[in-house]
């Protein structure tokens, strides 16, 4: 006689409930948001867990790991609303999207509120600050190398923060002067069939560093510094045979290096200076089969002490949301065509 197996139930996720009371200085509408805007961030982020309000105590009940995050996640707006700084639906969501990723990684939590609240340069009421945890330990690490590359897609605030750091540097006066270079290559255009002046036609390879400049320090002041010589902004063929002291050195564009300039460009460093590398491996404008410096030097000093690669993706693009999407969409193309990170330029 066959006997009909019998189906077990599956057991429920362990179910949670917590509350928590917002201390009585942090009006409700600062945790919430201007018409619920930032609970409606939340509850996008925990749609299986139920999360009510009543007077100044919230409850999530739901699965425990999540409720236990959601428990987190207002510690974490606490603190950043203690140092006077305003929640926006973006900190709450890069808020969540931290722990998350810290909690799958299994090791040790960390702070979003740290993250959020570290201030790198103020200037006519606005504050530069990393807005994602691989931007701070980019940040961070400009702090402890001497040569720090930050490699990753467009968006993702690696020459902006560096050019923070170089300003705020210059202002502590731990540099005497800040130098913006970048390999004067762009795709479908060459220097030669500009109009103009050398000036002239070098000027609208650096003008996104200009523009940077001009969000870190009064506008009026920027033409002194450069013909003062305590900001220079020029491509890269002019660092050639330089010995560069006591500076804060960006190569922008370091993508569209070929492996001499790239060797050229890190031994021009001099004592008491810091240099930082950016870059796009997917974005190389280079004619041909010339080799990519940027790509290259990753493997010549992997392991090298005192240089840092920093690390940066999709998760971490600080501009339109949109952005992000697309560049993972471009990524999954690429896998799914097997176009790799550039067909090997």
Known sequence: MTQTPTHQPVAPATEATARFAVPAKHPMVTVLGSGDSLLRVIEKSFPATDIHVRGNEITATGEAAEVALIQRLFDEMMLVLRTGQPLTEDAVERSIAMLRSSGEGGGAVESPAEVLTQNILSNRGKTIRPKTLNQKRYVDAIDRHTIVF????????????????????????????????????????????????????????????????????????????????????????????????????????????????????????????????????????????????????????????????????????????????????????????????????
């Open 150 to 345: 930050g490699i990753g897609p467009a968006g993702t605030g690696k020459t902006y923060l560096a050019m923070a750091k170089a300003v705020q540097a210059l202002q502590s006066k731990q540099v005497n002067r800040i130098i913006l270079t970048r390999p004067a290559v762009e795709a479908g255009e060459r220097l030669g069939f500009l109009p103009g002046t050398l000036y002239e036609k070098i000027d609208p390879y650096l003008r996104p560093l200009y523009d940077a400049l001009h969000d870190m320090l009064d506008p009026d002041s920027i033409p002194r510094l450069l013909s003062a010589g305590t900001i220079e902004v020029a491509p890269l063929a002019y660092m050639r045979g330089r010995t560069l002291n006591d500076a804060f050195i960006i190569l922008d564009e370091a993508q569209n290096t070929n492996p001499e300039q790239m060797k050229m460009f890190l031994t021009r460093l001099g004592f008491e200076s810091k240099i930082v590398i950016t870059g796009d491996v997917t974005q190389v404008d280079l004619p041909g089969s010339t080799k990519s410096g940027l790509r290259q030097v990753q493997e010549i000093l992997d392991g090298v002490p005192d240089v840092h690669f920093s690390r940066l993706n999709s998760t971490d693009v600080v501009r339109h949301k949109l952005v992000g999407r697309i560049v993972d969409a471009y990524d999954r193309f690429d896998q799914r065509a097997g176009h790799g990170d550039g067909q090997g330029k």
